[in-house]
């Protein structure tokens, strides 16, 4: 079935500190690929998207790029801030009418000044 | 712009108790869900509604059942609470299900079963 792995948490990184959030998924046919994060008592919102391989997803200084050779959307941002600081969530779509959302165990950064 | 709204977004009750979640979203969404979010466990999908008049079971069903009232709102029904259902609770919607579109989610909904 379809599943999505993610790096276990949590990341404690500093200002500025170049942030890798590792991604894999499992899926039959042509999956779209999504980063959500969760600030502190909030809901998921959605961070970045690829709906096909090679794409890649940007948004607030964020980037994936969806690696159908290596079944992975890694998320990664070049120098973090203490407001990213927040849980991320890797899940997958696959595509098919009357399916839900799939979401990986999701992964907790901190960051300090 | 509300977006999705849930209600109660905090609630304890006693084991054998039964409660409602009420969940609503003013984006003409065809599709809601419903997840609880656990330490260790990430998000887990419980029921889900793909249009009006449909629902289906998610990965945890046991323990709940759902309502899709109208277009608007998605209710969540614990007919017997006991411990093990101690979470947190969101409600999502989105225009289709199964395809490229954001989930908007509520802010949740804390749920303590002693």
């Known amino acids: 079935g379809n599943s999505v792995t993610q790096m276990e948490g949590p990341v404690t990184l500093s200002e500025e500190a170049f942030l890798t959030i590792n991604c894999t998924y499992t899926?039959?046919?042509?999956?779209?690929l999504f980063w959500y994060v969760q600030y502190p008592g909030e809901g998921l919102q959605l961070l970045l998207k690829?709906?096909?391989?090679?794409d890649k997803g940007s948004n607030k200084g964020f980037e994936a790029t969806y690696r159908k050779e290596t079944t992975s959307f890694h998320l990664e941002k070049g120098s973090v801030q203490v407001s990213d600081s927040a849980v991320y969530f890797c899940?997958?779509?696959?595509?098919?009418?009357?399916?839900?959302?799939?979401f990986g165990k999701g992964t907790t950064l901190s960051v300090s000044s | 712009n509300a977006g999705v709204t849930q209600t109660p977004k905090f609630q304890v009750l006693k084991t054998g108790q039964s409660m409602t979640l009420q969940c609503a979203q003013d984006?003409?969404?065809?599709?809601m869900y419903w997840y609880r979010q656990d330490p260790g466990m990430g998000l887990r999908l419980i029921y889900y509604?793909?249009?009006?008049?449909?629902?289906d079971k998610g990965e945890v069903p046991n323990g709940y059942n759902v309502s899709r009232l109208n277009k608007r709102e998605f209710s969540l029904r614990l007919e017997s609470a006991a411990p093990s259902q101690t979470s947190v609770y969101f409600c999502?919607?989105?225009?289709?299900?199964?395809?490229?579109?954001?989930?908007?989610f509520g802010e949740g909904s804390r749920l303590t079963v002693l």
């Open positions: 984006m003409n969404h065809n599709s």
């Open positions: 999502a919607s989105s225009e289709r299900t199964g395809g490229t579109g954001e989930l908007f």
């Open positions: 509604s793909a249009s009006e008049g449909t629902t």
């Open positions: 899926a039959t046919g042509y999956p779209s």
């Open positions: 899940a997958l779509s696959n595509g098919q009418a009357g399916t839900a959302l799939i």
């Open positions: 690829a709906t096909k391989a090679d």
